[in-house]
């Protein structure tokens, strides 16, 4: 059963960085794109990053480019969100998601969460001075 599990939230000042993990279990990591997505409340989840299967190919949202790097390590069945210079609307609860390919660019995919079926829980980033 494919699970994913995120973890390295936490409470933070703004300009810190924070560096977030999503573990996988259940199934081949290699064979799945991963992508980092984040909710507040009241808000539609927002695709923040994504990864393809290789590690070649990445995309950023506006918001994140320039501050988050997203990398995997597929031996380790893991994926990382690096966070720098974080700010307070970068404040969400974040998830990670795993998918495969349809076809369809990596932009487009990372722009609609709602085409992706496998969520690990979430892990909350809060950045408040």
């Known amino acids: 059963q494919l699970q994913l599990v995120e973890s390295g939230g936490g409470l933070v000042q703004p300009g810190d960085s924070l560096r977030l993990s999503c573990a996988a279990s259940?199934?081949?990591?290699?064979?799945?794109?991963i992508g980092w997505f984040r909710q507040v409340p009241g808000k539609e989840r927002e695709g923040v990053s994504c990864i393809s299967t290789s590690g070649s190919t990445t995309f950023y949202s506006g918001s994140a480019k320039g501050r988050f790097t997203i990398s995997r390590d597929n031996a380790k069945k893991t994926v990382y969100l690096q966070m720098n210079s974080l700010k307070p609307e970068d404040t969400a609860v974040y998830y990670c998601?795993?998918?495969?390919?349809?076809?369809?660019?990596?932009?487009?995919?990372?722009?609609?969460?709602?085409?992706?079926?496998?969520w690990g829980q979430g892990t909350q980033v809060t950045v408040s001075s």
């Open positions: 998601a795993a998918r495969t390919s349809s076809g369809i660019s990596l932009q487009t995919m990372c722009r609609t969460p709602g085409s992706w079926r496998s």
């Open positions: 259940g199934f081949t990591l290699d064979g799945y794109i």
